[in-house]
């Protein structure tokens, strides 16, 4: 199965939608502006510590320890 993602005028939306909906085995997840606030917040965050890091303000963590805590 394949991803596709879609930005939508809000006009269009329902007819879309509509037209979408008519496939059986299409499956339809909606993403909400919190999740994308979220990520995007989280990736910033990201962002400021690598300049950290970068600075030797911040102790960088070894790979293989993220790696390890997945």
């Given at each position: 199965?394949?991803?596709?993602?879609?930005?939508?005028?809000?006009?269009?939306?329902?007819?879309?939608?509509?037209?979408?909906?008519?496939?059986?085995?299409?499956?339809?997840?909606?993403?909400?502006?919190?999740?994308?606030?979220?990520?995007?917040?989280?990736?910033?965050?990201a962002v400021k510590e690598i300049n950290l890091v970068k600075k030797s303000l911040?102790?960088?963590?070894?790979?293989?320890?993220?790696?390890?805590?997945?």
């Amino acid at each position: 199965m394949q991803t596709l993602t879609l930005q939508i005028p809000d006009s269009q939306f329902p007819l879309i939608l509509a037209e979408i909906k008519k496939y059986k085995d299409v499956k339809i997840e909606f993403s909400s502006k919190e999740d994308v606030v979220r990520l995007s917040d989280e990736i910033k965050q990201a962002v400021k510590e690598i300049n950290l890091v970068k600075k030797s303000l911040m102790k960088a963590r070894p790979a293989r320890e993220l790696l390890n805590e997945l």
